[in-house]
């Protein structure tokens, strides 16, 4: 539940900032006013940037109590809302598609904060049929040309109009009804400024190693990055598919072959000839005092879901990640070494 959570917290988090309604009449969101303590309690400018602050030491001082608060209300509202009705429509009753698994387990002083969290959060349990058929359509909700970012971004252009048959109000699509004087939802839920600023962290480790003349090779290439001109950070996965900013998907890339690679997917091909590459970037992320912790967070959270990681785990979780959206959502695939 935690992650779901999270999600939501992702899409809401600026709605919420900038003073979008989500409810008619004017009602509040169960946890609108937990979210916005949380937001002006820590000067947390946008999603991103409390993102990155609970992956940090520091979550577990200034940020667990208001989180876990946060989240309990997040999980109370799924889980007595979707949870609870969405398959109904099968005629088979309430929790038709999602149960919610009651077993409670004892809290371990082995691992702490986010991981901790998530180990112990209530699960969701569901049918297999259902399992794949989500897994293989639910992707259709996720990335910037998604169904859902589709429908926020219609519902941004309607505009009240009379219609020529009854001269009755309609709500009509119009791309000059946009109101370009303040961000549409579409572009507060990308954030680009924010992302940004998140893989500048690692943009400025890289330029530091190739200042100090560490050689530095690109990531699908395996040619040297020999200026910091010739350096991109590369969102392994494309943002815009994934919505991901972790520093496991961040890695140094020549700037005229990240341009080649645009927002593909990396092939399987591609993927183990870099193999060796991506395992040297990891592990120096790993290695690093001031990314090591961020890192292995992100890892537990995004990738594993579990306390213990290690590279070769990482890695296959990474292919299968890369595979779905070529298998399951069609998307094209990519691969330097392998295009003449």
């Known amino acids: 539940m935690l992650l779901i959570s999270d999600k939501w917290l992702f899409y809401y988090w600026d709605l919420i900032a900038n003073g979008y309604a989500q409810i008619h009449g004017g009602r509040s969101l169960v946890f609108e006013e937990r979210l916005r303590e949380l937001q002006q309690n820590h000067q ?26 946060l989240a309990k209300g997040m999980n109370d509202t799924i889980i ?15 929790n038709t598609l999602f149960q919610v698994e009651t077993v409670k387990s004892n809290r371990s002083t082995s691992i702490s904060g986010y991981i901790d969290l998530l180990v112990h959060s209530p699960k969701l349990l569901l049918e297999k049929t259902y399992y794949e058929g989500l897994k293989q359509y639910g992707g259709l909700i996720s990335g910037t040309n ?23 109000v309609a709500n009509i699509a119009s791309d000059s009804s946009v109101p370009y004087s303040k961000k549409t939802p579409l572009a507060l839920l990308l954030q680009s400024e924010a992302v940004e600023r998140q893989t500048s962290i690692i943009r400025n480790y890289w330029l530091h190693k190739i200042r100090n003349g560490n050689p530095v090779f690109c990531t699908w290439s395996g040619a040297q990055i020999k200026s910091e001109k010739e350096l991109a950070i590369d969102h392994a996965i494309p943002f815009s598919v994934l919505f991901n900013n972790d520093y496991w998907n961040l890695v ?37 005092p001031e990314l090591s ?11 594993v879901k579990e306390a213990e990681i290690s590279l070769e785990t990482l890695f296959q979780k ?12 069609g998307m094209e695939s990519w691969g330097y070494l392998f295009v003449k």
């Open 293 to 303: 912790l961020v890192f292995q967070t992100q890892c537990q959270i995004s990738l």
């Open 44 to 69: 947390l400018q946008n999603y991103w940037d409390f993102n990155r602050e609970f992956h940090k030491a520091n979550y577990l001082d200034s940020l667990k109590p208001e989180f876990i608060s």
């Open 80 to 94: 007595k809302n979707p949870v609870k009705y969405i398959g109904t429509s099968m005629g088979q009753g309430l």
């Open 146 to 168: 998604s169904i859902l970012k589709n429908w926020v971004d219609f519902m941004e252009k309607q505009k009240q109009v009379p219609t020529l048959v009854n001269q009755t």
């Open 252 to 288: 140094p890339s020549k700037n005229t072959v990240n341009s080649s690679k645009s927002d593909k997917i990396l092939s399987k091909n591609q993927l183990f000839a870099s193999k060796t590459r991506i395992f040297q970037i990891w592990d120096t992320y790993l290695s690093a």
């Open 318 to 329: 990474f292919v299968q990640i890369n595979e779905g959206f070529v298998e399951l959502r």
